[in-house]
């Protein structure tokens, strides 16, 4: 339902979705016991958690001493602090290139991947499979793996592979704006695995029917990708633009190992910030607050989602 | 003739896209095989003169480095095996059972994913603390277990909704129960989803970072992600070829169990993505 497009039933191997197929439920079907676990997890670890980053935001808690006090004073030390407008333009930055250009190449790769297949080409799961690769490698390893490639001493790969063609040194991570784009780099080599999934199955559940028609009134590829595959794939586009906003704005293992956040706070997302608040500065109230904002854009991106389901239901 | 085209130009492309996704590892492969000594020769020596397993040979020669890989092995094992866990009776409930406000509640669970794990690690790690729970492999896998759960209970929920009812209906009309048709008939069918949701899981724990580089202090409990984080703050120059090498170390485990499971994964991610 979520990412297949609306016009059409699914018929994607298995079972259909859901209620009508069924019977009726046997009489044993209370939801409740089966639920305790989930739900008591979801409590303890999610629920109580976020209701304390809460009560913590307006303390003067710090990491290592339990609050004493109870003000406002935590959340307006952050607005005065003059790092917090540029570590929101960064992540607003960071988030956007990448929502853009992750989707760009993972709906790019999904479709020649479902071209290919179509024609039989050979090599496409095996291509499929190198950016699954790229996909599993530890955020942490990902961030090492590039600093490497972006290295720039003067034997360093990129650095010493642009020296070949009489292109100059590029300072790859020491210069800021370079710094930010190294870092949507990286993620995309990492990220893009994702997009290409979702935007796989989703084009494989449009009806190849539609497609046989518009090659039979003579269609040309684009506009067929024009007035077809791109209105089918706009539920798919839209959930997938919010995950991966997301994933992108929880984004920062890879940063902290590829950059640190620097130069200065050049690729500082709001992510480091937080962490670098609470674990480096000890700063747990102002932590807090930090960790409010971050949880408020996922709740609204969240709901977002959940207005897009309840009409496509 | 225009089709042909068409062939050359997906090719083409792909082409221009592998070698950026294969050009890292590549990269790594080429570093971790050489002498410090050709590193300084760069990009001019892809394949090394004298390629040397000596980095390898190093890293997984020293006890601590082993450590780091079997702690990070049973962290995600145990933390994937107990997410898969306490997801299964919340994903029977969410495919068998009719119940009001089902869909808000899976769209819930859906939101609950996006949270980051470092806001409610920020008070997690006060608790902890307070209760002694640092420094515990047994803290890291309990919060694994939660991290990993929303996922779970999605695409177990998907592969419980594939298998047909009316087997089930078959065994409760000759008097089992539903705890009994779960253990006998539905989960032994699931095999295939309970398989692809615990490997996820698993990878996504190896790669977990910042759970276990805050929870856990001592060098000797670490997983390799926190360990080749704190090894690459250690290294100069002259020592490019034994990180690159100990990050291989790292990456493969996951790739490997990843390339070798993922016809399967991918198909449980994709009738994921498309019933979810």
Not at chain 2, 47 to 69: E, K, Q, W
Not at chain 2, 119 to 128: G, K, Q, T
Not at chain 2, 205 to 225: A, C, K, T
């Amino acid at each position: 339902m979520l990412l297949s497009p609306p016009h059409k039933p699914l018929t994607n191997g298995s079972e259909g979705t859901s209620v009508t197929k069924r019977g009726p439920a046997p009489a044993d079907g209370r939801p409740w016991p089966w639920l305790v676990p989930a739900v008591a997890i979801l409590a303890v670890f999610y629920a109580v958690p976020v209701l304390d980053v809460f009560r913590l935001a307006f303390s003067d808690a710090t990491l290592i001493r339990p609050p004493t006090s109870w003000t406002a004073a935590p959340i307006r030390a952050l607005l005065g602090n003059p790092a917090l407008p540029e570590v929101l333009v960064t992540t607003f930055v960071f988030t956007a290139v990448n929502v853009v250009a992750l989707q760009a190449f993972g709906l790019a790769i999904a479709l020649t991947l479902v071209r290919g297949e179509a024609r039989g080409l050979r090599g496409m799961t095996t291509f499929r499979t190198l950016v699954l690769a790229a996909w599993v490698v530890p955020g942490i390893a990902n961030g090492l793996i590039w600093q490497m490639l972006f290295d720039e001493a003067p034997y360093g790969t990129l650095n010493s592979l642009l020296g070949f063609v009489g292109i100059g040194p590029v300072a790859w991570l020491s210069d800021p704006g370079m710094a930010l784009v190294s870092a949507v780099i990286a993620n995309l080599w990492q990220g893009t695995a994702f997009s290409m999934i979702v935007f796989y199955a989703a084009r494989k559940a449009i009806d190849p029917v539609i497609y046989e028609v518009a090659a039979l009134d003579g269609a040309s590829p684009w506009r067929t990708f024009r007035s077809i595959t791109l209105p089918l794939l706009r539920t798919a586009i839209a959930v997938n633009t919010v995950l991966v906003a997301v994933q992108t704005l929880n984004t920062f293992d890879s940063i902290l190992a590829l950059t640190g956040g620097g130069p200065g706070r050049a690729t500082e997302v709001l992510a480091l910030f937080t962490f670098n608040t609470v674990f480096y500065n000890l700063d747990l109230a102002g932590g807090s607050v930090l960790a409010l904002i971050m949880f408020a854009v996922a709740m609204a991106l969240a709901t977002v989602i959940h207005g897009w389901l309840g009409r496509t239901a | 003739m225009k089709a042909r085209l068409g062939d050359v130009a997906t090719y083409g492309g792909l082409a221009l896209l592998a070698v950026f996704f294969a050009a890292p590892f590549l990269w790594m492969l080429s570093l971790s095989l050489r002498t410090p000594a050709e590193i300084y020769l760069g990009a001019a020596r892809l394949i090394p003169d004298a390629p040397t397993l000596g980095n390898f040979r190093h890293i997984l020669s020293d006890p601590a480095f082993l450590l780091y890989l079997w702690n990070g092995l049973k962290l995600s094992a145990a933390g994937g095996a107990l997410a898969v866990a306490l997801a299964i009776p919340a994903a029977y409930a969410f495919s068998r059972l009719q119940f009001r406000r089902k869909q808000a509640a899976l769209v819930a669970i859906l939101a609950v994913q996006m949270i980051s794990p470092l806001v409610i690690l920020v008070p997690l790690y006060r608790w902890m603390g307070a209760m002694d729970l640092l420094n515990l492999h047994a803290s890291v896998i309990a919060l694994y277990g939660a991290l990993g759960m929303p996922l779970a209970v999605w695409l177990l929920k998907v592969a419980f909704d594939a298998i047909p009812v009316e087997i089930e209906e078959a065994a409760i009309v000759d008097g089992a129960s539903r705890l009994q048709v779960l253990t006998r008939i539905t989960l032994p069918l699931a095999r295939p989803g309970l398989a692809s949701a615990f490997v996820l899981a698993m990878v996504t724990n190896w790669s977990q970072f910042l759970v276990p580089f805050i929870l856990l202090e001592r060098d000797g409990d670490w997983p390799i992600s926190v360990a080749i984080f704190n090894f690459a703050g250690s290294v100069s120059a002259s020592t490019t070829q034994l990180l690159a090498a100990a990050c291989l170390v790292a990456v493969v485990p996951a790739v490997a169990v990843f390339v070798g499971l993922q016809r399967m994964i991918v198909s449980a991610l994709v009738s994921g993505a498309v019933k979810g």
